[in-house]
Structures are given as structure tokens and as C-alpha cells.
């Protein structure tokens, strides 16, 4: 089956320690995205990457970095430079094309301790 | 700035009556417009997409209406069930290329 998948699902950290939520897909998508989620929130923009080895800050990047070094992954670090980490992480994959939509992961959800 | 405003209050409505949402935005000039579905801890769903040249979309019992000198799309499900109930996000195309900004979203119950 194709589609997107994040793992952990569930994650707790100390705080001031760094960690790196992973996203894969296999649905050959040339774009893939970073958002975040607060209780109440809409999705907000982290980063994101429409090819293999280039990357864009998103609204809210600062705390955050991000590599694309094969197609099918795109994982994120939560830096201890973030203030406040806590929060629901979503991945998404589009295909090349103005008009396409985005295919989600099931999300992580963080808690910084 | 950008904004991208949604009812933030609930909507709670009968089951078999119409449910419309509406998506409000300024300082946009998108070239399309996309509805998700978000059922609590899981990721958004696609549902809609509608351009801007597009007044109006349907799919099964959705339709999507694009009015771009109101700078405002109407999310209606008919006949609603109660397996509708979810929050629904409207989302623009940001200018620079095909990420998306997101409104808070919708909070839909349908009740029996």
C-alpha cells in the first residue's frame, strides 16, 4: 500500500535534548512537508522541500532543521532551541503540480518533559 | 498578513439537515483553494479543491463555492450524518509555490 508514514507515534523528551521524527513515503511525491499542530490551532508550515537536497523555512522554522537527502524521506529535528516543543508533528507528500493535493501521515505526537 | 479565518465557534447541527462552513481570507490572491478533514489525533484528509477561475465544486454530498471578490469559499454537506462530525480546515496555496497555509479550522457535530 502506498501512503505516508511517521514514526514514533507517541515521543517524550527531556527538555534540552534534541530529536528527529522520521516521515517516509512511498508514493513517488516530489514534495514533502513539515507542520505543526497546537490544541485548537490550524497547521502551521515548518519546512518544506519539493526536491531531493533542497529545502525552504517555513512561517516557524527557528528551533527546527530538516534533511532531503533521498526522495522518499524527509525527517525533522526538534532542537533544544526551541521553546516550546510540545505539540502534534504532521508530515505530508504532494506530487509535482500546482493543483495537487497533500497526503498527511498519521502524525507524532511530542512531549517535552 | 495573510489571514485565513474560519468559524471558530462549533457547529452542531441535525442529522439529515445541511452543514455550510465558511472559509474567510485576505491579503490572498490564491490561485486555488482546498478542504481537509481532520478527525481528532489523525492527519487531514483531502475532500475538495476548486480553482479560482471555479465558482463552484461537487463531490457525492459536498460542494464547494469559490467567490473571489468576496475573498470567501462555503463548505456545504448535505443530508449530514453523524459520521461527518470532524473538524474541517480550508487551505490556500501560498504565492511562492505549492506549500499551504491552513485555517484553524471548523468543529462540526452532527447529532442524531
Known amino acids: 500500500d502506498g501512503g505516508i508514514t511517521q514514526s514514533p507515534k507517541y515521543l517524550f523528551r527531556k527538555e534540552g535534548q534534541n530529536v528527529t521524527l522520521s516521515c517516509e513515503q512511498n508514493l513517488n511525491h516530489d514534495a514533502m512537508y513539515w507542520y505543526r499542530q497546537d490544541p485548537g490551532q490550524g497547521l502551521r508550515l515548518i519546512y518544506y522541500?519539493?526536491?531531493?537536497?533542497?529545502?525552504q523555512k517555513g512561517d516557524i522554522a527557528e528551533g527546527y532543521s530538516v534533511s532531503r537527502e533521498k526522495k522518499e524521506s524527509f525527517p525533522l529535528t526538534v532542537t533544544s532551541a526551541q521553546k516550546n516543543p510540545t505539540a502534534f508533528y504532521l508530515c505530508?507528500?504532494?506530487?509535482?503540480?500546482?493543483?495537487?493535493?497533500?497526503?498527511f501521515g498519521p502524525g507524532t505526537r511530542l512531549t517535552v518533559l | 498578513s495573510q489571514k485565513i479565518e474560519q468559524n471558530s465557534e462549533a457547529l452542531n447541527i441535525q442529522e439529515g439537515k445541511t452543514a455550510t462552513l465558511t472559509c474567510n481570507y485576505t491579503n490572498y490572491s490564491p490561485a486555488y483553494l482546498q478542504w481537509y478533514r481532520q478527525d481528532p489525533g489523525r492527519g487531514p484528509v483531502f475532500l475538495l479543491l476548486?480553482?479560482?477561475?471555479?465558482k463552484e465544486k461537487r463531490k457525492e454530498r459536498l460542494k464547494v463555492t469559490f467567490d473571489t471578490t468576496l475573498k470567501q469559499s462555503l463548505f456545504h454537506i448535505t443530508a449530514s450524518q453523524p459520521a461527518d462530525s470532524a473538524t474541517y480546515l480550508c487551505?490556500?496555496?501560498?504565492?511562492?509555490?505549492?506549500?499551504?497555509?491552513f485555517g484553524k479550522g471548523t468543529s462540526l457535530l452532527v447529532t442524531p
Open positions: 505530508a507528500s504532494t506530487s509535482s503540480g500546482r493543483y495537487n493535493e497533500q497526503f
Open positions: 487551505a490556500l496555496a501560498l504565492n511562492s509555490g505549492y506549500a499551504l497555509n
Open positions: 476548486i480553482r479560482e477561475n471555479e
Open positions: 522541500s519539493q526536491i531531493v537536497n533542497d529545502f
